[in-house]
């Protein structure tokens, strides 16, 4: 079986494969001081409570923009699941790269376009909406060619909190209507009207800059609340960084590997 792990700023993403099927997954608050061992004990809590034997493990891949935890994670593949693990980066994600500096390019846009090339096989833009909100725009040759980046949503909320005095931190949610009847109502209609203008403002903007017309791919917890007032995202795809790991990691495999069954 494979473990899949992506570490985020703000929450880590865990699943296990057997064979092509994902069989659990797991949404943790990232530590960035979470030693090899706690990994160790969390991963082996974890699959216990889901009747998995933590033993059957026997690859991890991981994409990990939170560089301090890289160590733990390399640690825990080899004291855990005696083996060495894939770290996606800009030279084991297995696609072209089209930026001006590739190693800068996070893990997670990585495997997410990856995944979503796969998947579709066309020309697409893929939206993640997690502590930042990422844009990344992928040819119909499978090329990754760039993006844009601008704060997350639970970002702006807990900004707005903190710097205006009077206004207190909200439920992220969709209003019903824009025109707000108490502050509340305002906060929402602003952040989530907001950020649906946002996301279809800077897929529109993309799309005149690429070629043919690209997919629209929501990923991340939120994505299924801006696409229902999205006119732009036409997939939601709430796994797609974990698939992503499994095709990196599948095709990585094959290229260093063949036997490898």
């Known amino acids: 079986m494979l473990l899949v792990i992506d570490v985020g700023n703000t929450n880590t993403v865990m699943g296990v494969y057997d064979q092509d099927r994902l069989i659990t997954h797991w ?14 004990v969390l991963v082996q809590g974890l699959c216990a409570q889901r009747r998995i034997d933590a033993h059957a493990i026997q690859h991890v891949a991981i994409s990990c923009v939170v560089p301090s935890q890289l160590f733990a994670l390399t640690e825990v593949s080899h004291v855990y699941f005696d ?24 893990a997670d846009r990585l495997v997410n376009a990856v995944a979503a090339y796969h ?9 993640d909406l997690g502590t930042a909100t990422t844009f990344d725009a992928v040819s119909a040759a499978g090329a990754y060619l760039g993006g844009a980046i601008s704060p997350g949503i639970t970002i702006s909320i807990e900004a707005l909190a903190q710097h205006a ?13 824009v025109i707000g009847k108490h502050t509340v109502h305002a906060m929402q209609s602003g952040i989530y009207f907001g950020y649906v203008g946002l996301v279809d403002s800077i897929v529109t903007r993309m799309r005149t800059e690429m070629d043919g017309t690209p997919l629209v791919v929501a990923t991340g917890g939120l994505a299924p609340l801006i696409a229902e007032a999205s006119t732009t995202v036409q997939k939601i795809e709430p796994y797609l960084t974990l698939e992503g790991l499994k095709v990196v990691f ?9 036997v490898h069954t």
Do not use: M
């Open 27 to 40: 949404r943790l608050a990232t530590s960035r001081h979470r030693t090899s061992d706690e990994y160790g």
């Open 83 to 106: 083996c060495q693990p894939l770290i996606v980066d800009h030279e084991t994600a297995g696609l072209p790269i089209h930026t001006d500096r590739p190693e800068e390019v996070g």
């Open 119 to 127: 998947k579709f096989q066309c020309e697409l833009i893929v939206v």
């Open 165 to 177: 005095s009077k206004l207190s931190r909200v439920e992220f949610a969709n209003p019903g209507s």
């Open 250 to 258: 599948d095709h990585y495999t094959a290229r260093h590997n063949p």
